[in-house]
């Protein structure tokens, strides 16, 4: 093998592809592709008025829910 095959070789493992939503890195850019198109999806939910199914507000889901009362007035877990 020559020099410049195992050099290219080389700079395309240390290639990184991050995700425009999240930052998160990756090492194929298929991968990153295919996990933009989720978390885009994942952030447009999250902007629309979503209510929480535990608490009733609105702007999160169940999974994420920070609340102590429900939006009726009692006491969660």
């Known amino acids: 093998m020559s020099e410049s095959n195992t050099v290219s ?7 990184e592809w991050r995700c425009r939503h999240c ?3 990756f090492t194929t850019h298929f ?3 295919i996990h933009e198109n ?3 999806e994942k952030n447009n939910r999250a902007k629309k008025d979503s209510m929480c199914c535990r608490c009733g507000y609105l702007g ?3 999974a ?3 609340a102590k009362v429900h ?7």
């Open 23 to 25: 930052d998160r890195e």
């Open 9 to 15: 070789k080389k700079e395309e493992k240390e290639e």
């Open 71 to 77: 939006v009726k007035g009692y006491d969660l877990d």
């Open 31 to 33: 991968g990153c592709y």
């Open 60 to 62: 999160h889901y169940s």
């Open 38 to 40: 989720s978390c885009e």
């Open 64 to 66: 994420d829910c920070y």
